[in-house]
């Protein structure tokens, strides 16, 4: 089956750049989804830049800008991997669902966590009163649904995609960690606070301990980080890429449960 794509097409009369007419050719709802969160970051980038107001030693933009990013990230992948399948099943009620559903947990997410930036509040762990308790839950709930949706797609992969190369091979994967790992990292670290403050740079992680974001980073990008990785086995080792890719694999596994230990410790 081909999975040719074009280098533009047109929307409304008018051609779109070669990325977003093959994210929308793949998908147009996560397509426009994933270019209006990059969008709307121009605005938050400026938003932190010039508001002072920060959340336990935090920056007040510093959260939502990072959740656009990522969620642009998530969405053009996905979009991405809908684009390999073929035209009947990634028109079909199930794919299309599958990509509303996504854009729907993530905007619901991304909106209110901004909105208690503009409001100087936190978002995540407050339970200062039943509304934002009830809020703080219902983004959990939305964090599982969004994630779950990887392996669903994951599956239409391997059922519909042939050849199954490196790179599909990879993303099928990939998709399947970020599901599994990010519900699991996500339910330990609903429960510990990261340490007040800034840490690293660019990211604000805290690397002595109590901090399990490293985890959860690795497990949420993994829909990333597998098909390049199955890119690579496919482009240097093409002899033996089921071996390598399973090394890689079971070594990004290992480097999640690794980020988990040192999260669970306490802060030192």
């Known amino acids: 089956m081909s999975t040719a794509t074009l280098p533009e097409e047109r929307h409304g009369g008018r051609r779109l750049p070669g990325v977003l007419a093959r994210l929308h050719r793949g998908q147009p709802a996560l397509a426009w989804f994933a270019a209006a969160m990059l969008l709307l970051a121009l605005p938050t980038l400026l938003a932190l830049s010039l508001d002072p107001r920060t959340v336990h030693g935090v920056a007040n933009w510093a959260k939502p800008l990072k959740f656009m990013v990522s969620t642009a990230l998530f969405a053009a992948t996905m979009a991405w991997a809908i684009g390999l399948l073929p035209e009947a099943v990634r028109r079909s009620r199930t794919i299309v669902a599958l990509a509303w559903l996504a ?7 991304v909106g209110y966590i901004s909105l208690q930036a503009a409001l100087g509040s936190p978002s ?3 339970t200062a009163d039943a509304f934002h308790a009830a809020m703080f839950g219902l983004m959990g709930i ?4 969004l994630v779950s949706t990887q392996a669903v797609l994951a599956r239409a992969l391997l059922r519909h995609v042939r050849p199954l190369t ?3 091979l990879g993303l099928a994967i990939g998709l399947v960690l970020t599901c599994v790992l990010s519900i699991l990292s996500g339910f330990l670290l609903g429960g ?5 403050g800034s840490g ?3 990211f604000g992680w805290h690397a002595g301990g109590g901090d399990l974001r490293p985890a959860h980073f690795l497990a949420v990008h993994a829909q ?3 098909p390049l990785a199955g ?12 071996a390598a890719l399973c090394a890689f694999t079971a070594a990004y596994v290992a480097g999640w449960a690794w980020l988990v230990v040192i999260g669970l410790r306490p802060p030192g």
């Open 142 to 145: 939305a964090a599982v649904v």
């Open 192 to 196: 510990l606070r990261p340490p007040a």
């Open 124 to 126: 995540h762990y407050n």
């Open 166 to 168: 490196p790179l599909v």
């Open 231 to 242: 890119l690579a086995v496919q482009r240097l080792l093409p002899r033996r890429p089921a």
């Open 224 to 226: 990333q980080l597998l």
């Open 103 to 109: 854009v729907g947990t993530a905007s619901f997410e």
């Open 200 to 202: 690293l740079p660019l």
